[in-house]
Structures are given as C-alpha cells and as structure tokens.
C-alpha cells in the first residue's frame, strides 16, 4: 500500500491504459490471453461502472457467439485480484483501474440517479479510515470507500 504521494503516481487512459493493465497482469505471472484483453478492452469504453453481464451482452454482439457472464465474471475477479480493475461494492459493478501499476484504497462518489462514478485516491483519508480499524486491533485488508449521493449534472 502506497503511503504517500512521493510515489511516480500515473494515471492512464486509452492504449497506453490496456498496456498498462497487460504490463500489470503479466508480471505478476498471468498470462493476458486474447479473452481477457476483450473483456479489459470492453470494461475500459465503459465510463460508469459495468457488471459482467453489460460486459458479456456487449462482446456477445461484438464477437457474433455469445460469451458466457460467468466466464466474464471470472476474468473480472481476476483483474481485481490483480489491481487492474476496481469493484464498485455498492453498485455491484467494475471499473477499469486507470492506476493498474499503483494500489490505492480508492474512494468513489456514485450517482444514485446516473449511476456514475468518479475515482478519488486520498492517502490520508485511507490513513485514517486504516488507523481506526487498526486502534480497534482489526487488520484492514481492504477498506471499501464509497459516497452515494448526486453527481453535479444530476444535483
Ligand atoms: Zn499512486
Ligand atoms: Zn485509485
Ligand atoms: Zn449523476
């Protein structure tokens, strides 16, 4: 876990994003197979969270075969295992990880009436909310950092 923002923090988008996501994944010894490169691929247009399902209908009609949401859903877990993507919990949905080389305990801000949700790293925030748990002698694994609310456009 990163503890302050001293690191080469770098946040990607388009190309350079699924390279970064397939560098991610290969080296902590997966291998970046056709399949999960489409489903990366796919997660990565989406700009609000997507489930496995948006994913699956989406490369079905893409690819002409249906692609099964369970296959996809294993592909996903294996992204959030390995930091390429994020799991919205509240929205029961992913986001493709615009940090893949960087872990943080990102927080989001969703929509309750467009369902977007925009990404947020704040190290003293994750500081703080790890601290509590750690003063209570529980050992943070993974805080789940999330803000329902209104996006400015639907406010
Ligand atoms: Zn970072
Ligand atoms: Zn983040
Ligand atoms: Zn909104």
């Known amino acids: 876990m990163a503890q302050s923002h001293a690191h080469a923090h770098k946040e990607h ?23 999960r490169q489409s489903v990366f691929t796919e997660l990565a247009r989406h700009e609000r969270p997507a489930s496995a399902y948006d994913i699956a209908d989406n490369l079905s009609k893409a690819r002409g075969k249906r692609v099964a949401p369970n296959s996809v859903y294993r592909i996903l877990d294996l992204f959030v295992a390995n930091n390429l993507a994020l799991r919205v ?8 990880n615009t940090h893949p080389g960087c872990e943080h305990d990102c927080i989001f801000l969703v929509c309750d009436e467009c369902g977007e949700a925009t990404h947020i790293d704040d190290e003293e925030v994750s500081r703080t909310v790890r601290g509590l748990a750690s003063a209570r002698g529980f050992k943070p694994e993974r805080p789940v950092l999330e803000i329902r609310g209104l996006c400015r456009a639907c406010a």
Do not use: V
């Open 13 to 35: 988008s388009g190309e350079t994003l699924i390279e970064a996501a397939r560098d991610a994944l290969t080296n902590s010894g997966e291998q970046w197979t056709g399949m």
């Open 89 to 96: 919990e509240s929205s029961n949905a992913y986001l493709a």
